[in-house]
């Protein structure tokens, strides 16, 4: 679909990018109060163990140390990312559960201060038995991490959509496999960081490095005591966040804590170590799957596993274990599907939410295993994802309506980009070719607490010069380019050049915005934006109409111009008016059409300032069955991909050599950071394909806790990819928009997997895929 | 020890500061130089965020003590452009959509600027082993090569 828009589909340049290119744009770290105290943390060096004393004494007396807080300072309040799921404290109480937990936070005059006085915390432990997998922690007689989680079960999920036994025994064929993936870690390049500041008004300001500042205002306020509107999170340019910035950190709450307790600005970082302690990055996964279908290729049914190793504590992971079955539900027809989940509670940092929440793996052993039912169904596994894929109007059987999907055109444009036809089962030894897809939600349906609040609010005010219009939102740009997308929505809107428009984001004192997670911000907040912009046309259109004496339906405004319809209309008194105003100046408004600004500025005059807002909450989605929250949303992108792959069977080593995407985005907002998102997906699917683990030791501490040991692609690692985005108009998004954020790492995982199995013979169950692994496989493969 | 005065040129200009001998330069040009471009990643060297040129060559500022730096040339992201206008780099950067989050983006064009400056017509390799040492999340990179693809021939027309 290509709409008829001024600026909506083109790659105008992002509002941010010049700043960011000079070093002007402002991170956490280069803002800088007066009076500054350093935060530093205490953390558990156990993996698990009782606290059977703590004495700050010493650390309290070393001089320009100004605040100790512990457990015993702070009020017993837990919190988490779900309601359902409270179950931490800030502080450890009696017990520590991960490497890493927090037990302590100190503010001094400088950071090594700090850091001093945290070492002289003496803390007494008793060592715990530490439960580091799913088997250790379900085993008999396993120690229960949270008292209140009988046998560490955080959560369980069965559903059960159709009659999966009725529709196996119809099958002709049955297929089942397994698969097993690390945890990854976000490896978002600026480290979490934060300053709190304490006014004598009452009012906490809150600087974070965060993708969501509702929740974390919400987040703070609940655990402080204070009321919302005494707290105020403030977002500046944030360096990368892809999930695990989605909640609020304990340096939020310590540094809240110790600024109100000193009356002074406390900083507090996170080093790279912490980061990866604090984790809240993607799962380790394990699925089982059985797949029925009949001998043509019908898909009929799927028996669906999923155990997560989860972690101390269970931030986003009840959605997270939700996610890993839902996302099956399409983009194929499956009418039979039933899902058994489990998230377990280990003595690990906690998992949370990572670009593709909950169904990365699970897309990665579907795909494989519809690959393999290709092979033994002797049909192409482009023709099998062709005879079964979903189309616009369908709906899963788990109740997510397809009010959009551009599958087929996906599928056809990787297979002719990527010249599927003359490559598929023609390449030499060592070579392959695969091809997978998937789909993602537009936004998570329900917010993360039970509530019936807007998603988003904003505030479009037209400048009383008439020269533009600024927008006011609380979303969050964290580099997706959510500030360019909603500049670009509002201009379209308004009917102004995008360069006539300004942004201010990031900051709860603009209104409410539920943050940069579950790919929502161009759906949603960008409903808002339109609504509002819309409405700014309409308050400016209603003065002029009356100042002209005609129909307000006679007018639009188009790239800055009024556009009157029907008989000539004099307007020499306006344009005279503001000529007036501006004697003297160098840009007149000249020409044979008023313009937006004369327009502006003689509403402002007639009316005062002019601000409109706009506001967005989903319609009632989904099914009524248990679970139905997750997954459910206004919309869903599609992607499919094809990967070639080299495998040298000497090493083990595989190179990725070239992606082949195709994006279904209803309608591209800005063009080029479409295709930004999909390579950055492409990238981050690679890199947990290939690389990416984080390693324990047995007593449950990290071993490669930084970028050099813990391996994200380099440019080096990154194969030549071809977007092809595909646009199929989405109703229920903003001139047509929908996500492509997290959708484009969908099918990025098995088309490699897929590749790799057509260059070599081998089922790999296990991610990553390093050399020693595909190297051990091979040897395997050849002696079996 | 105590605090040691240091000069050093940077971005062109004479700079003096007193440093403490275990002093990183990335701290020295953030802390004492205001010049806040040059991010702080890992502090280990792992990430490139901090990267700066040093007499010509790129090296991760954190991995320099500030000292080292006596006597010698620097320059950062704040010293390419020329007032408000962009250096060729940095407008390639904006125009292919190779910023993202924009936290690897001052080390990212200052690698792709040695690079043009000993290499000003690179291969694609080239450019991918140029700027290896510098990590990037968010983009998958290929933007960043089309943007200094771009740049490399835009600064030879020029």
């Known amino acids: 679909m290509s709409g008829n828009f001024e600026v909506i589909g083109s790659r105008a340049a992002r509002k941010d990018a010049p700043n960011k290119s000079t070093g ?21 060096p156990h993996a698990h163990a009782k606290i059977l004393n703590i004495d700050t004494s010493k650390a309290q007396a070393l001089p320009g140390v100004v605040a100790v807080i512990t ?51 003496e803390v ?11 088997d250790q922690a379900t085993a008999e007689g396993a120690p229960w991490i949270h008292e209140e989680f009988p046998d560490n079960i955080c959560a369980q999920v069965e559903q059960e959509f159709g009659d999966v036994e009725a529709a196996f025994a119809d099958c002709d064929l049955v297929q089942e496999g397994s698969f097993f993936s690390k945890r990854q870690d976000g490896a978002f390049i600026e480290p979490n960081q934060c300053v709190a500041l304490m006014g004598h008004d009452g009012v906490l300001t809150l600087h974070s490095s965060t993708q969501v500042p509702h929740y974390v205002q919400r987040t703070v ?29 304990p340096i939020d709450l310590s540094a809240s804590f110790l600024a109100m307790k ?45 155990t997560l190793e989860g972690g101390a504590y269970s931030s986003f992971g009840i959605a997270t274990v939700y996610y890993a079955g839902s996302l099956l539900g399409g983009p194929y027809k499956l009418p039979n599907m039933r899902y058994h989940g489990l998230r ?58 397809m009010s959009s999907l551009g599958m087929r055109e996906c599928i056809e444009a990787v297979k002719n980009g990527s010249g599927w036809d003359e490559k598929k089962g023609k390449l030499p030894p060592g070579k392959g070719i695969g091809m997978a897809c998937g789909f993602f939600v537009s936004g998570a349906g329900y917010p993360i607490y039970r509530s019936e609040t807007y998603h988003c609010t904003i505030m479009i005010k037209a400048d009383e010069d008439g020269g533009g219009v600024t927008v006011y939102t609380a979303s969050a740009e964290i580099g997706q380019g959510s500030d360019t997308a909603m500049a670009m929505i509002a201009a379209e809107a308004v009917g102004i050049p995008y360069e006539q428009v300004r942004i201010k984001s990031g900051d709860t004192d603009f209104g409410i915005d539920l943050g940069a997670y579950s790919s929502r911000t161009t759906l949603m907040t960008g409903h808002a934006t339109k609504e509002a912009g819309d409405n700014l046309k309409a308050m400016i259109l209603e003065v002029l109409a009356q100042e002209l004496g005609i129909g307000q339906e006679r007018l639009d405004i188009k790239n800055g111009l009024v556009k009157i319809s029907g008989a000539p209309v004099d307007f020499t008194a306006i344009r005279t008016g503001y000529i007036k105003e501006h004697r003297g100046w160098q840009d007149q408004p000249q020409g044979d059409e008023l313009t937006f600004r004369e327009a502006a500025r003689l509403a402002y005059l007639r009316r005062g300032t002019l601000v409109a807002t706009g506001k967005y909450k989903p319609p009632v989605l989904g099914g009524k069955y248990k679970g139905a929250a997750v997954g459910t949303s206004p919309a869903y992108g599609c992607s499919a991909q094809v990967a070639e792959v080299s495998v040298d069977f000497e090493t083990g080593q595989i190179k990725v050599e070239r992606i082949t995407d195709a994006h279904d985005c209803g309608q591209a907002v800005n063009l080029t950071s479409v295709e930004a998102q999909m390579q950055g997906s492409v990238s981050m699917g690679l890199g947990e394909a290939l690389f990416e683990e984080v390693k324990f030791d047995a007593q449950g501490r990290i071993l490669n806790a930084s970028l050099g040991e813990y391996h994200i692609p380099t440019v080096m690692d990154m194969p030549e990819t071809k977007c092809i985005v595909v646009e199929s108009g989405e109703p229920n998004g903003p001139f047509g928009a929908k996500e492509v954020g997290e959708g484009a790492i969908m099918p990025t ?14 089922v790999l169950e296990e991610t990553p895929l390093t050399p020693e692994r595909v190297y051990l496989a091979l040897k395997r493969h050849k002696g079996a | 020890m105590s605090k040691q005065a240091i000069t050093l040129t940077v971005n062109g200009v004479q700079r003096q500061a007193l440093v403490e001998p275990n002093q990183t330069l990335t701290s020295l040009l953030r802390d004492e130089l205001g010049l806040t471009g040059t991010k702080h990643g890992c502090g280990v060297g792992d990430c490139g965020c901090c990267t700066v040129i040093l007499d010509g060559e790129t090296v991760n500022s954190c991995l320099v003590l500030a000292m080292q730096a006596q006597g010698r040339e620097i320059t950062t992201i704040e010293g390419l452009a020329k007032g408000t206008e962009l250096h060729p780099l940095q407008q390639a950067f904006v125009e292919a959509g190779a910023i993202q989050c924009g936290f690897c983006t001052p080390g990212m064009i200052l690698s792709a600027k040695a690079l043009l400056d000993h290499t000003p017509q690179p291969t694609r390799a080239e450019i991918t082993k140029g700027l290896s040492g510098n990590l990037c999340r968010c983009t998958g990179y290929e933007k960043i090569v089309e943007a200094v693809q771009d740049a490399a021939g835009k600064m030879s027309e020029a």
């Open chain 1, 221 to 249: 306020a609940m655990v402080t005591g204070l009321n919302m509107s005494q707290v105020r999170v403030v977002k500046p340019y944030v360096g990368g966040g892809f999930g695990p910035k989605a909640s609020a950190t």
């Open chain 1, 124 to 134: 007494e432990y008793e060592p715990l038995p530490v439960l580091l997998s799913v």
């Open chain 1, 262 to 306: 000193t009356g002074r600005p406390v900083r507090m970082a996170y080093t790279r170590e912490q980061v990866f302690l604090f984790s809240r990055a993607r799962h380790g996964f394990i699925h089982k799957m059985k797949i029925g279908a009949k001998k043509d290729g019908t898909l009929m049914a799927l028996d669906h596993q999923a």
């Open chain 1, 749 to 762: 995982i098995p088309a490699i997997l897929n590749a790799v199995r057509n260059a070599t013979g081998l």
């Open chain 1, 71 to 121: 457990a015993r300072d702070v009020p017993a309040v837990k919190y988490g990312v779900s309601p359902a799921r409270y179950d931490e404290n800030l502080f450890a109480v009696d017990r520590v559960r991960y490497v890493g937990d927090e037990i302590a936070a100190v503010a001094a005059e400088d950071l090594t201060t700090a850091q001093k006085a945290v070492e002289l915390i």
């Open chain 1, 24 to 44: 002007k744009a402002q991170y956490i770290e280069d803002i800088k109060f007066p009076g500054e105290l350093a935060g530093a943390l205490l953390q558990s």
């Open chain 1, 344 to 401: 377990v509670f280990t003595n690990k940092p906690a998992c949370g939410a990572q670009r593709g929440h909950g169904g990365v793996i699970a897309r990665a052993l579907f795909e494989q295993q519809l690959d393999i039912i290709a092979e033994k169904l002797g049909m192409d596994p482009i023709e099998l994802r062709l005879k079964n894929m979903m189309e616009t109007g369908d709906v899963t059987c788990n109740d997510l309506a």
